[in-house]
């Protein structure tokens, strides 16, 4: 077995040891042995952002004359290697950690500070760039953990927003080619007056768009970046016009439209807006679950079930039973959505249990917003790919149970009346006959009489209504 060389460093706290290759340093290692907690570890998306402020602050500072512009230059190579994903394998704080991110924010000092260090030709440990003095120069945890959050989840929204749009348009799509199959409407899973099942779907596609705009609105509340905070808000041992520079240098450094904050002490205190944000796909997410429910329900059977719609057989569905297809996709989108929701109320109870000048709950809010977003990008994309896009109708089925349903009825309500109505849906079910026939056999017998005109109907008035039932999807009176 070959023994892992080590390497000693001394912080404010003593020695501590570590690995001699590991480009993190002690209080990252500190962090490491004191939180083995989840295995879990810190999201690309959080990497990436806080990187982009480390290399941000660099060029910043070299700017204003406050660092030198050679560690400033090995600063800014380190950090660009980080944001390539180069270094990931170093980051190895557990989410669940010491509060506010002081482990995440030095395991990203020490990896960038040990690096540009080995630039100038220095060993690890050597810090000829150091942790807190360069790397985190005019910065702080408290500052630069919110920024990053902000930052990892900007980072994502394009390809999220991409994501919600194709599952619209590819329901959308469906709505169009299912829009001449009437069938039976249910509510409260009981027999109900017909609809399109284009229509059923084009309410899918309009309620996922809508959730698509409430997204997008949320994120604008994250473009607001409160960099230069430092530890409260004031922007002690920060220069007067870091701020408003380092959000145009992160701007710059990433594409992304960002602001400057307009009150820092907010920027510092609330979770407001990540936890907007996380709220928005947590609606997403209780949509999905409606639509996938539906699916499961539409597609029961087929034997003994709605069987009106049939979704592609992707996989095997039982070990025992030959031949069983299950619904595996909406299966799979209920299981990724109640994570999300999960998810979310973590963040929500997390934002509220900010105190003061500093919410120490972020590094869970953090994981969990990156979290929402990767399952939410993946189980949006195979739901739309494979069940939404392969999905097709049953139109048979579908206009059998339509032909059975009493509550058609419900068109002969300006005619008969309502109390009439309810007696004819009496008759035909306990007789298990169609309304039509019951009606048409009732207005021949001259027995049905108009609620208002006090005169006979006619056989002709009942088949004007119920001989084409599409004309019952279109709304108004059917005449």
């Not at 990892?152 to 991409?162: F, M, Q």
């Not at 619209?168 to 027999?191: C, M």
């Not at 705009?213 to 409260?232: F, K, N, P, S």
């Not at 349903?405 to 169609?434: C, D, F, M």
Request: charged content about 20%; hydrophobic content about 45%.
């Amino acid at each position: 077995m070959v023994k892992t060389r080590m390497r000693t460093e001394k912080d404010s706290l003593g020695d501590v040891t570590l690995p001699s290759d590991a480009l993190y340093g002690a209080q990252t290692q500190r962090a490491i042995e004191n939180f083995p907690i989840s295995g879990l570890r810190p999201w690309r998306a959080f990497i990436w952002a806080m990187a982009v402020i480390k290399r941000a602050a660099a060029d910043v500072n070299a700017e204003l004359g406050l660092l030198d512009g050679e560690i400033a230059g090995a600063i800014s190579q380190a950090a660009d290697e980080v944001i390539a994903g180069k270094w990931d394998a170093q980051f190895a704080v557990d989410p669940f950690q010491a509060g506010a991110g002081t482990s995440q924010n030095m395991n990203t000092n020490e990896v960038i500070a040990n690096r540009a260090t080995q630039i100038l030709g220095g060993e690890f440990g050597e810090y000829r760039v150091h942790p807190n003095d360069h790397v985190n120069m005019a910065q702080s945890t408290n500052d630069t953990i919110p920024t990053a959050i902000r930052l990892g989840c900007l980072w994502r929204h394009n390809e999220l927003i991409d994501v919600v749009e194709q599952l619209a348009n590819a329901l959308a799509a469906k709505a169009v080619e299912f829009d001449d199959i009437v069938k039976s409407g249910r509510t409260h899973l009981q027999d109900a007056v017909p609809i399109r099942l284009g229509q059923e779907f084009s309410g899918y596609a309009t309620a996922v768009r809508r959730d698509k705009e409430r997204i997008e609105r949320a994120a604008e509340g994250l473009r607001r970046i409160g960099i230069g905070g430092t530890a409260v808000g004031t922007g002690l041992n920060a220069h007067p016009e870091y701020h408003a520079r380092m959000v145009t240098r992160i701007a710059a450094l990433t594409d992304l439209k960002l602001y400057a904050s307009d009150d820092l002490f907010e920027s510092m205190q609330s979770m407001a807006d990540p936890a907007d944000y996380s709220a928005a796909l947590r609606t997403l997410a209780i949509t999905m679950t409606r639509i996938a429910n539906d699916f499961r329900l539409l597609a029961s059977g087929p034997a003994t079930g709605l069987d009106e719609l049939r979704l592609a057989a992707v996989q095997p569905g039982s070990s025992i039973m030959p031949g069983k297809v299950n619904p595996v996709l909406a299966e799979m989108t209920n299981m990724a959505m109640y994570h999300i929701i999960g998810c979310d109320t973590a963040v929500m109870l997390a934002a509220q249990a900010g105190q003061l000048e500093l919410n120490v709950m972020m590094p869970v809010i953090a994981h969990n917003l990156f979290e929402m977003m990767q399952v939410t990008i993946g189980a949006l994309n195979a739901f739309t790919t494979k069940c939404v896009l392969l999905v097709s109708a049953n139109r048979a089925k579908a206009e059998s149970w339509l032909a059975r349903n009493a509550i058609i009825v419900t068109a002969l309500n300006p005619l008969i009346g309502y109390q009439a109505g309810a007696a004819l849906v009496k008759e035909a079910l306990a007789a298990n006959r169609s309304i039509a026939e019951v009606a048409m056999e009732k207005a021949a017998a001259g027995t049905l009489v108009h609620v208002l005109e006090n005169r006979s109907i006619t056989t002709q008035e009942i088949a004007d209504v119920l001989g084409d039932l599409r004309k019952l999807t279109d709304g108004g009176i059917v005449k």
